[in-house]
């Protein structure tokens, strides 16, 4: 039967953590959507995932990029590989998630009920609180203070900024148009560009609110050591990451930079966190060397 529905490819990405991506799969196997398929990007991990995804899973394609390409790397590899196969729209799904059958087929109404639609989120909830909300499809960026936000509940659309990489659905003519993810942000941060580009190039963003993500969260032995603040190399990540976006599309950039960073050494410091306060600075100049 040939369905009516827009094809769609899931990307989902995995770095050492065939665990939580099997689980996913599993969720993504019991989708009411009647035309998708799903694309397993392994990111160069270290441990059996390749192996073990394959004996699970022989008939989803799995596409090895033999080193660890970061977020917006690996997950470029996916979505070039979804246009070249005709995908209509391209869902990056992180792999720590479970997702509601009809998760996808909300996304996709959404974005046919409006041509200047380019990027699609679900509503977020935490996997070990089932009902409460992680992320209302994305966030908004507090441009002056260096820093971004999700939004927790239904908002004016001029307040979501992006959409979460976590669980974003992209229409194939915006790939086209405005790019792929930048592979600047190795971590962090590349869904917050990717969203002031598609902004920025006239398209707008949209939540649908029937679709349902549950999402761990720094689960699972590859995102232990980037748990929440409390990670040297999170601190890293992010503060590299923030930097060069600020210096991209702050009106003023150094203000948000100063602001920012300053105000993160300033808490660690303030906790005698010193090593993670050194992270904070490390990652910033590492930012604005990029």
């Given at each position: 039967m040939?369905?009516?529905?827009?094809?769609?490819?899931?990307?989902?990405?995995?770095?050492?953590?065939?665990?939580?991506?099997?689980?996913?799969?599993?969720?993504?196997?019991?989708?009411d959507y009647?035309?998708?398929?799903?694309?397993?990007?392994?990111?160069?991990?270290?441990?059996?995932?390749?192996?073990r995804i394959?004996?699970?899973?022989?008939?989803?394609?799995?596409i090895?990029?033999?080193?660890?390409?970061?977020?917006?790397?690996?997950?470029?590899?996916g979505?070039?590989?979804?246009?070249?196969?005709?995908?209509?729209y391209v869902w990056?799904?992180?792999?720590d998630?479970?997702v509601?059958?009809?998760?996808?087929?909300?996304?996709?109404?959404?974005?046919?009920?409006?041509?200047?639609?380019?990027?699609?989120?679900?509503?977020?909830?935490?996997?070990?609180?089932?009902?409460?909300?992680?992320?209302?499809?994305g966030?908004?960026?507090?441009?002056?203070?260096?820093?971004?936000?999700?939004?927790?509940?239904?908002?004016?659309?001029?307040?979501?900024?992006?959409i979460?990489?976590?669980?974003l659905?992209l229409r194939s003519?915006?790939?086209?148009?405005?790019?792929?993810?930048?592979?600047r942000f190795?971590?962090?941060?590349?869904?917050?560009?990717l969203?002031?580009?598609?902004?920025?190039?006239g398209w707008?963003?949209?939540?649908?609110?029937?679709?349902?993500?549950?999402?761990?969260?720094?689960?699972?032995?590859?995102?232990?050591?980037?748990?929440?603040?409390?990670?040297?190399?999170?601190?890293r990540?992010?503060n590299?990451?923030?930097?060069?976006?600020?210096?991209?599309?702050?009106?003023?950039?150094p203000?948000?930079?100063?602001?920012?960073?300053?105000?993160?050494?300033?808490?660690r410091?303030?906790?005698?966190?010193?090593?993670?306060?050194?992270?904070?600075?490390?990652?910033?100049?590492?930012?604005?060397?990029?």
């Amino acid at each position: 039967m040939i369905s009516d529905s827009p094809q769609a490819t899931v990307i989902v990405l995995n770095y050492n953590g065939w665990r939580d991506t099997v689980e996913c799969l599993r969720s993504l196997e019991e989708m009411d959507y009647p035309n998708y398929r799903t694309v397993v990007v392994d990111n160069g991990s270290a441990d059996d995932s390749v192996a073990r995804i394959r004996e699970r899973f022989p008939a989803i394609p799995l596409i090895e990029t033999g080193k660890n390409l970061g977020e917006p790397g690996g997950n470029n590899v996916g979505i070039r590989h979804a246009l070249e196969e005709g995908a209509e729209y391209v869902w990056v799904l992180n792999n720590d998630t479970v997702v509601d059958p009809d998760a996808l087929g909300a996304m996709v109404r959404v974005a046919e009920a409006d041509p200047a639609v380019g990027a699609v989120g679900s509503v977020l909830y935490y996997m070990s609180e089932p009902e409460r909300v992680q992320a209302w499809g994305g966030g908004r960026v507090l441009m002056w203070w260096g820093t971004a936000r999700y939004l927790k509940g239904p908002a004016p659309k001029e307040s979501l900024h992006y959409i979460t990489g976590g669980c974003l659905l992209l229409r194939s003519r915006v790939l086209r148009e405005v790019g792929l993810l930048d592979e600047r942000f190795f971590l962090y941060w590349g869904d917050t560009e990717l969203g002031f580009r598609l902004r920025k190039a006239g398209w707008s963003l949209a939540v649908a609110e029937d679709s349902r993500i549950w999402h761990k969260e720094f689960s699972g032995t590859a995102w232990k050591e980037f748990a929440k603040g409390k990670s040297a190399l999170t601190d890293r990540y992010w503060n590299a990451s923030a930097v060069s976006f600020f210096r991209e599309y702050a009106p003023i950039a150094p203000v948000p930079i100063v602001v920012g960073v300053g105000g993160r050494i300033l808490k660690r410091l303030a906790r005698l966190d010193w090593k993670s306060a050194m992270s904070v600075a490390r990652g910033a100049l590492g930012g604005l060397n990029v």
